[in-house]
């Protein structure tokens, strides 16, 4: 039983593509973000959504839109892509948003390759 | 905005008990202190959370003190599969006044038989 997954798990393109990751919990929980692992293994946050609403948007390019249709799943949707966005790309959830709890659970990642 | 400072990287040997400290000088007044363990190609694992003083699970320790300004991941008598890379999450209220997220740059572990 996965609890957090991510599609797909690895994803080679072109610079200038389009692109999406989806991701899905099946916690029931409330909150959603998205992660940016770079090479040197920094993660850094990207947004994160509660029930539905975005609730962390760090300083990311609009290339990078987030889409949340319901409260289990968080598609990451990307334009343009650049080199620099070459990573690995990790979803999580928590039970609830509530600033200094921050229990979190990871997916596998999606590891990004822009040629 | 706050800076989390972790160690690059630490060496052990099995059945030692490993610390591990992580440095946060502007963590929020509210906010528990998150440990988590990632192993290559897998996502971070939620390992301990706490306050303050001293809390203890199944896997391991962590210790606060009274300033909050940094924590310290005890594993005790470390096995070769505790080889990851470890990382302390904290938040702090940015120049904007809004709630950040700060992951540390991140502890990578070495066990050696």
């Known amino acids: 039983d996965t609890a957090v997954s991510q599609t797909p798990k690895y994803l080679v393109t072109q610079m200038g593509n389009d692109k999406s990751i989806k991701c899905e919990q099946n916690?029931?929980?409330?909150?959603m973000y998205w992660y940016k692992q770079d090479s040197k293994k920094f993660l850094k946050i990207m947004f994160s959504?509660?029930?539905?609403?975005?609730?962390i948007n760090e300083t990311v390019p609009n290339r990078f839109s987030p889409k949340s249709p319901d409260k289990a799943h968080l598609n990451l949707h990307i334009n343009s892509l650049e080199l620099g966005d070459s990573a690995v790309y990790f979803c999580?959830?928590?039970?609830?948003?509530?600033?200094?709890?921050?229990?979190?659970?990871f997916g596998p990642g999606t590891r990004l390759t822009v040629l | 905005l706050a800076k989390t400072t972790q160690p690059i990287s630490m060496d052990s040997y099995e059945g030692q008990e490993v610390n591990i400290t992580c440095s946060h000088n502007?963590?929020?007044?509210?906010?528990?202190i998150t440990w988590y363990q990632q192993f290559p190609s897998q996502g971070p694992r939620f390992i301990i959370q706490?306050?303050?003083t001293k809390v203890t699970n199944e896997v391991a320790s962590l210790f606060i003190p009274a300033d909050r300004k940094s924590s310290t991941l005890s594993l005790p008598r470390v096995s070769l599969s505790d080889t990851a890379v470890y990382y302390c999450?904290?938040?702090?209220?940015?120049?904007?006044?809004?709630?950040?997220?700060?992951f540390g740059s991140g502890t990578r572990l070495l066990v050696r038989p």
């Open positions: 706490g306050y303050k």
């Open positions: 999580a959830s928590s039970q609830e948003w509530a600033e200094g709890y921050n229990e979190q659970f």
């Open positions: 502007n963590i929020a007044t509210n906010d528990y």
């Open positions: 959504y509660n029930n539905k609403e975005l609730i």
């Open positions: 999450l904290v938040g702090d209220i940015g120049a904007d006044s809004s709630y950040k997220l700060i």
């Open positions: 916690l029931g929980h409330d909150t």
